[in-house]
Every structure is written in structure tokens, then in C-alpha cells.
């Protein structure tokens, strides 16, 4: 299967936490749009693999996904290898995505940065004609980086208002992470609900009152953006 947009990410649940609404609003506009959870999250505190890639698919379902797949990668040893990146850039030329998204570069948890490096290292890669890996070679056009849980500016922010709803179904839909049962012993990085939507609604609402809509997904990408019109550009400057 070809995709317009894939976003590539550590953990089940991280890319709904990010860029979630982006994948929705793009998927309601006709592109086809893809999910690679690198990791099972089988070092995860709560649920158990099989019940993450249930919760996953779930997720995938409110997000309008025409796909999710998994690379396998050992959860807490997600690392730019060799091993990794042949095989992700293997997937890259199978899925031809246009455009990728991918974790910012710093992070707390290593399986996010590397997952980051990872995957720009993979797309390049893909593209080499020499690449000892199955398929034709393919390099996406763009690779954009969410920065939700990053303290920085971001290039541009998404407008997801009309998605914000449909994310939180999204984001909910692993009740083994955000809805665990009364009698489970809380650990020391526990996210509780209450908390959980608290934080994501805070953080949407930022990132929207950057541009002047009540909720947004901000991203940034290296390159500078070409702008053909400088008096239809939106976003008010005063």
C-alpha cells in the first residue's frame, strides 16, 4: 500500500498523543494515511503487548488510518542500528510515503530521540539504489517533526478544532494506559486520567492560541517553507 503521510513512532499510543488530529483532518481530506509504532511497548507498566495492539488498532479506526503496522523493535532499545535501519527503510520503500512525521530530536525518553534519528537515517537510506534491502529506491519528500512535548517554537501548527474530539476517542481507546482498574497499584510514572486530559487539552490549546483556533498540533520541519502569496497568508500579525 502507497501512503500520502506515515507517522513513524516509538510507543503505541505516542503518535496519537502528537500528531493524532493531523492524521484525522488528513485522512478526512482523502489522502491516505499510515501509523509504524516501532516498539509493542512491552516494557510498559501496564497492559500486556496483545492488549496494546488491540487498543493500537482501535485507535487507528477513529484516526480514518489505512494502515498500522509494527517493525518489532525491543521496546527501551529502539536505536539507530544498522539492523533498524535496514529494516525500516525497507518498509519506507514498500509504503512510499510522501511525507513523514517523526518524534523531535530531544526527548526524556531515549526510545523517543532515537526513534527520531532512526527514522530520518531509515528515510534516507531508503532512497540509495544500492541498498541491500527489498524494493525500488524511494526517499520521501518531507519530513516534518511533531514537538507537542517540546519546549520549542514550532514552524507551524495544525488547526485540529474540528478533530479534537475524535482525537481524544483516539487517545482513549487505551484504557490500559489511561483507564487503569481501581485495584491496579499505581506506579511512580502513573498518568491518571483526569491528568491525561488535562495535559492534552492544555497543550492543544496552546499550541491552537498560537494561531488563533481553539486547538492545534504543532510541528517543525529543517527546511525553510515557500510561500508564493504574502497577501493571502493567514494568521494575524497584530
Partial sequence: MKLDLLAIAAHPDDVELTCGGTLLKMA???????????????????????????????????????????LGVPDS??????????????????????????????????????????????CFLAGLKNLAVTGEAYRPFKILYTTAFAEVRPTFVVDITAQYTRRRKAILAYGSQFRPAKSEKRGKVFLGLEQLEDEMDRLARNSGHLIGVKYGEPFLMKELAKVEDVVKMEVRSI
Fill in 77 to 122: 532499545d529502539v536505536q539507530p542500528s544498522r539492523q533498524h535501519k535496514l529494516r525500516l527503510a525497507g518498509m519506507i520503500r514498500e509504503l512510499q510515503p510522501k511525507t513523514v512525521i517523526l518524534p523531535y530530536w530531544e526527548a526524556r525518553h531515549p526510545d523517543h530521540y532515537h526513534a527520531s534519528t532512526l527514522g530520518y537515517e531509515a
Fill in 28 to 70: 478526512q481530506r482523502g489522502y491516505k494515511t499510515g501509523i509504524l509504532d516501532l516498539t509493542a511497548g512491552e516494557m510498559g507498566t501496564r497492559g500486556t503487548p496483545q492488549i496494546r495492539a488491540a487498543e493500537a488498532a482501535k485507535a487507528a479506526r477513529f484516526l480514518g488510518a489505512a494502515w498500522r503496522g509494527n
